[in-house]
Antibody, heavy 120, light 110 residues
Framework: QITLKESGPTLVKPTQTLTLTCTFSGFSLSTHGVGVGWIRQPPGKALEWLALIYWDDDKRYRTSLHTSLTITKDTSKNQVVLTMTNMDPVDTATYYC????????????WGQGTMVTVSS | QSALTQPPSASGSPGQSVTISCTGTSSDIGGYNYVSWYQQHPGKAPKLMIYEVSKRPSGVPDRFSGSKSGNTASLTVSGLQAEDEADYYCYSYAGSNNLVFGGGTKLTVL
């Protein structure tokens, strides 16, 4: 059974850096084709893909945010970390991590999400 | 990375069928057969309902079906039930650096 859980601060100040951790179980991020992605959802708004890391350490970022995002993995700890610099109130959102199934190129299992508020 | 276009709302009575559309371009929906649909209840994480245009994950009722024609994908919910009331999001692969979601459709069961 695949599970993922996000963790990190619930409140950050503008201009600060956000660090979120996704801890997962039920799969290995060293298995060919597997990936873990981050998706966010501002309150009352739509889902927005942010970043994706693959089993081979290939990394992909949303074009409009690529200069502020970094995604890394620690296969031994079953964790994926997302950092986002220069946070702004518009970045207030629920942040989800999700398992990316290689063949179908979809996010099939999601974590419960973690709400991050950006405010001074 | 423009969002896919969905109607903001849809509705139907119990037992009826409802279809939700998702319009993209030849660079996303029209270019790949990697369209997914997610169901999201308030305060919950999205749940995968359809992948690769028309495939259903294990455990998803066969009342949910997906299709695609050109640059538009569709999700049909047949035999509407009260528990189907939720937000629905489409998603398309659009290249290795471009994954796009729709704006979401709120489905109301009257």
């Amino acid at each position: 059974q695949i599970t993922l859980k996000e963790s990190g601060p619930t409140l950050v100040k503008p201009t600060q850096t956000l660090t979120l951790t996704c801890t997962f179980s039920g799969f290995s991020l060293s298995t060919h084709g597997v990936g873990v992605g981050w998706i966010r959802q501002p309150p009352g708004k739509a889902l927005e893909w942010l970043a994706l890391i693959y089993w081979d350490d290939d990394k992909r970022y949303r074009t409009s945010l690529h200069t502020s995002l970094t995604i890394t993995k620690d296969t031994s700890k079953n964790q994926v970390v997302l950092t986002m610099t220069n946070m702004d109130p518009v970045d207030t959102a629920t942040y989800y991590c999700a398992h990316r199934e290689g063949a179908s190129r979809t996010f099939d299992i999601w974590g419960q999400g973690t709400m991050v508020t950006v405010s001074s | 990375q423009s969002a896919l276009t969905q109607p903001p709302s849809a509705s139907g009575s119990p037992g009826q069928s409802v279809t939700i559309s998702c319009t993209g371009t030849s660079s996303d929906i029209g270019g790949y057969n990697y369209v997914s649909w997610y169901q999201q209840h308030p305060g919950k994480a999205p749940k995968l309902m359809i992948y690769e245009v028309s495939k259903r994950p294990s455990g998803v009722p066969d009342r949910f079906s997906g299709s695609k024609s050109g640059n538009t994908a569709s999700l049909t919910v047949s035999g509407l039930q009260a528990e189907d009331e939720a937000d629905y999001y489409c998603y398309s692969y659009a290249g290795s650096n471009n994954l796009v979601f729709g704006g979401g459709t709120k489905l109301t069961v009257l």
